[in-house]
T-cell receptor, first 114, second 114 residues
């Protein structure tokens, strides 16, 4: 079975500070992909960052970076220099090896304080 | 704007009724995924189609069905609706190779069953 765990239902961070959102996963597959999505209060799902299981370097996309620790099966999202617009729900997700069956975690609600 | 369109945006209906949700993927994307997001819940994968054929099934109820048409748009049919079917239903699309591992989400259809 494949499973994504996000243990932080909610987090607060001060504007301009960095924040780490935790994600652990469970899979027996060797080939898989890990994603982070942002869902603002408006409801849409916005892709943030992707990490392939065979990628040796951690993925980065602007202020977002993914701290990928394969042996620990963790894929934490790091947001640097938080902005008020970063306040949203953040979902960690995993794709299985055959481009099918995406699995999402329960999400972390991030609140950025001014 | 992700390029994925979903109609209608909102749908209010009664228990026992049947509804159809429509999704048009991004131009060039062959895969369509359907997800259900209940209130304060993460996303539950329902089903995936690739170029007209069903590729994967998740937690989709027997009362629900989907199909992908030759023009690649997809429809999710929900029948014998129950109060618990009230949720935000997302469609996502991807090409299915390379960087297109990522899914692009539509704005969602909010279904309310009264």
């Amino acid at each position: 079975a494949q499973k994504i765990t996000q243990t932080q239902p909610g987090m607060f961070v001060q504007e301009k500070e960095a924040v780490t959102l935790d994600c652990t996963y469970d899979t027996s597959d060797q080939s898989y992909g890990l994603f982070w999505y942002k869902q603002p209060s408006s409801g849409e799902m916005i892709f943030l960052i992707y990490q392939g299981s065979y990628d040796e370097q951690n993925a980065t996309e602007g202020r977002y970076s993914l701290n990928f620790q394969k042996a620990r099966k963790s894929a934490n999202l790091v947001i640097s220099a938080s902005q008020l617009g970063d306040s949203a729900m953040y979902f960690c997700a995993m794709r299985g090896p055959n481009f099918n069956k995406f699995y999402f975690g329960s999400g972390t609600k991030l609140n950025v304080k001014p | 704007d992700s390029g994925v369109t979903q109609t209608p945006k909102h749908l209010i209906t009664a228990t026992g009724q049947r509804v159809t949700l429509r999704c048009s993927p991004r131009s060039g994307d062959l895969s369509v995924y359907w997800y259900q997001q209940s209130l304060d819940q993460g996303l539950q994968f329902l089903i995936q189609y690739y170029n007209g054929e069903e590729r994967a099934k998740g937690n989709i109820l027997e009362r629900f069905s989907a199909q992908q048409f030759p023009d690649l748009h997809s429809e999710l049919n929900l029948s014998s609706l129950e109060l618990g079917d009230s949720a935000l239903y997302f469609c996502a699309s991807s090409v299915g190779s390379g960087r297109a591992y990522e899914q692009f989400f539509g704005p969602g259809t909010r279904l309310t069953v009264l």
